[in-house]
């Protein structure tokens, strides 16, 4: 007798893929991701890769998992616990199973959970037959048989028909969560052109997916979630690393400058060289260097060269960097230094989230070395924040630091292209003319005299005829630019840098204030990528009838020039940090604000849940 088969219209749901690094679990994520931006939908995702580089297969230390929240309506998170789980293997689901909620759906490849996959992920039984998932509504399906039966026309052998074993899981969510066939087709057709059999392999193991949805009767239920209303215009599916990368291109054309990229590859952040070293044809030009030293030596370089230079790295490339950083703080050269954080110190977790160098980027060099510091909170606002992080360095002839973090590097959003014609202005004003008197009364060039309204000193490209002059590391004399020993000297120039510094205006991310009401006790303050987490749980707490208000900082040194004020006007300031509490420590000191802060160090962000219950605690102290 067969099953009716009913459709239901959900707002939202929240998909997360788990199984072994091997299995495919980010290109299947990332495919299921832009079949749902195509429709519409509004998304959020958090690619979850292993810390283990070449962890055994099948353990808990391989897992890799990416997860998925798409809406009809606007979201800022990936979505607190998954609505349903795909795991591929038992290390899959044992490593993923606490985060699912009762009731929630669990897909799990049946055929790998032998004797010998259940030992390496740790299980001393079943848990299919054991009763431990009796919570959970389990649907066993056999993906690696029927994968390798239907690989077989293809003319793959049956351990490479195996791997395709994730396209057959895509084209059975497809099917669960009504998902054109048509686009991952074409991709596949694409994405795998020079190996036919591949790209046939992996046809039919999405194809027999979809289509063991629809004939075998195991499922009642197919869930549809519509479009979400968004403004007209073009929009792409786009990573917090690729809006980086784009950003910086686009600040080198609105500068007419070329723009030089010098790296040393690191997690999280090699996407972006990767990303630019694909882009020359806007004159771009990137040098993957030999260690962090020599990146940031090359782009400082570049920068006394008159291109927009820029390094790029991650928190233990950033203790390697500082003198280097220092070196530029010194000669006053424009340098863009991005660093895309993640749990530390040292190698730490590499692939997980943390937002703990926000000190270190303010105070991590020897003397005084005052650097302006931004800090976007989400994928889509790292492009606007790259932009203007190039804008100030090339304006005020400062290095300026860009602190994204693997969260919003790995995550994904729908982002709305923007028209050329949109983009904010960079005017270069080199040096052309020599700027000052020699004793013997001819004209030369003075490489520190500082233009009056932004202390910033003139740029002058090497071998512009009458400009000689050298940089470096000693101390220079303020105006001329000779090396000074004089201790007077030294503190006029450390204190014209951090007047410099102190008096940037940016154009980019004022303070965000979202008080709804206008009248509440409780504003919660965060920076960089908490932005989502804190947006969804203020939601919460206003759904529930409560008040609470979210403030949000992008510029961190220095500080928006309200801040203060803003802030005073509230009882109860919480800050929720994914650190031991740094960003706290600024506020405190600053603005002499008793504020309360929420730390997290899992290497995980953090759940909308958490802030909720974060604010309910406090607004149950102010009644």
Partial sequence: MSVEMTTEKIDRVVVRFAGDSGDGMQLTGDRFTSISAALGNDLATFPDYPAEIRAPAGTLAG????????????????????????????????????????????????????????????????????????????????????????????????????????????????????????????????RFGAKPQVAEANTRAFRAGYDFGETAELFHQRYEVTAAPFASGEYVNITGNT?????????????????????????????????????????????????????????????????LAVTTTSGPGMDLKAEAIGLAVSMELPLVIIDVQRAGPSTGLPTKVEQADLLSSLYGRHGESPVPVLAPKTPGECFAAAIEACRIALTYRTPVILLTDAYLANGTEPWLVPAVEDLPKIDIDFATEPNGTSPAGEPTFFPYLRNQETNARPWAVPGTPGLEHRLGGLEKAD?????????????????????????????????????????????????????????????????????????????????????GDILRGYTTVLIPELNQGQFIKLIREKYLIDAQGLNKMKGVPFQAAEIEAFILQHLGENQ
Avoid at 286 to 306: H, K, L, P, R
Avoid at 510 to 535: E, H, K, Q, R
Wanted: net charge negative; proline share 5%.
């Fill in 243 to 307: 809006a980086t990368s784009w950003g910086l291109i686009a600040a080198s054309q609105q500068a007419g400058l070329p723009l030089f990229l010098g790296s040393y590859p690191i997690t999280p952040a090699s996407d972006i060289l990767h990303e630019l070293s694909k882009r020359k044809e806007f004159g771009v030009r990137t040098f993957q260097a030999e260690d962090e030293i020599a990146g940031v030596g090359a782009a400082i370089g570049a920068a006394f060269g008159g291109s």
């Fill in 63 to 190: 897992v890799s998992a990416f997860q998925v929240h798409i809406s009809d309506h606007e979201i800022s998170t990936h979505g607190d616990a998954p609505n349903v789980l795909v795991a591929m293997n038992p290390a899959g689901l044992k490593a993923n199973i606490d985060v699912m909620e009762p009731g929630t759906m669990v897909i799990v490849n049946a055929d790998s959970f032998e004797e010998r996959d259940l030992t390496k992920a740790g299980y001393a039984a079943n848990p299919l037959n054991d009763g431990s998932l009796s919570a959970f509504s389990v649907f066993e399906v056999p993906m690696t048989s029927i994968t390798t039966e239907v690989c077989k026309e293809a003319g793959v052998k049956p351990r490479d028909a195996e791997r395709s074993k994730n396209f057959f899981a895509l084209g059975l969510v497809s099917w669960l969560f009504i998902r054109p066939t048509e686009p991952t087709i074409t991709w596949i057709a694409e």
């Fill in 479 to 563: 105006g001329r630019g000779t090396v000074s020993y004089d201790g007077e000297n030294h503190e006029l120039m450390t204190n014209l840098r951090a007047k410099k510094v102190a008096g940037i205006k940016s154009i980019y991310g004022d303070t965000f204030v979202d008080d709804a009401t206008g009248d509440a006790t409780i504003a919660v303050l965060g920076w960089g990528s908490t932005y989502g987490a804190i947006n969804a749980g203020v939601q919460r707490i206003r759904e529930a009838g409560r008040k609470a208000a979210q403030i949000h900082v992008e510029s961190l040194n220095p500080l928006p020039e309200k801040l």
